[in-house]
């Protein structure tokens, strides 16, 4: 294996899951239930869309690590440290959840969920420079910072009752 791929798990490494990976399952748990605790708080359709929505980006969280801790070596205290930070953000994004569709709450959701998916990205193409592997980080970065400037727009976007409340029928 080359030097350039240094943090790519080996192929005959053990697989099975960290403490550090429970933990992160446990924040995951934290954030699904907030996210039930702010669906039942409001059973309106136009509620259960921006849940749905919610959902969706703390699903591509957990997603993206568990792609990461299985393509790289969570032995390695670089994929420690972004299971970590992955762990902050979401987190962060748990706490916004709450009222993530109003005010500054919005901001701290879309921007801990676009921060952390680039940090991740960042480190993860840095660590494989010069390695062939290099283009599946790469496009996922690309893919994060596409969606990333929709997830920041929309944090600023004036909040309201949406499309689905009939505001908007003929």
Known sequence: MARSGWILRSPDAP???????????????????RLSDRLTGNLSW????????????????WTVTAYTTD??????PLVQMIVL???????????AVSSAFEGPSGVAFA??????????????VTALRGHALRARPMRVLLWFCLTGVLWVVGAFLPSGP????????S
Do not use: K, Q
């Open 15 to 33: 697989r099975r899951i960290s403490y550090l990976e429970l933990l992160f399952d446990l924040g995951l748990i934290v954030a699904l239930t």
């Open 46 to 61: 136009n509620h259960a869309l921006e849940t749905v929505v919610l959902l969706a980006a703390v699903w591509w969280v």
């Open 71 to 76: 393509w790289y070596d969570p032995r390695l």
């Open 85 to 95: 930070l992955v762990l902050f953000g979401g987190l962060l994004m748990s706490l």
């Open 111 to 124: 921007g801990a969920y676009v921060g952390l998916h680039l940090c991740r990205g960042l480190v993860l």
């Open 162 to 169: 949406g499309w689905c409340s009939g505001r908007w029928r």
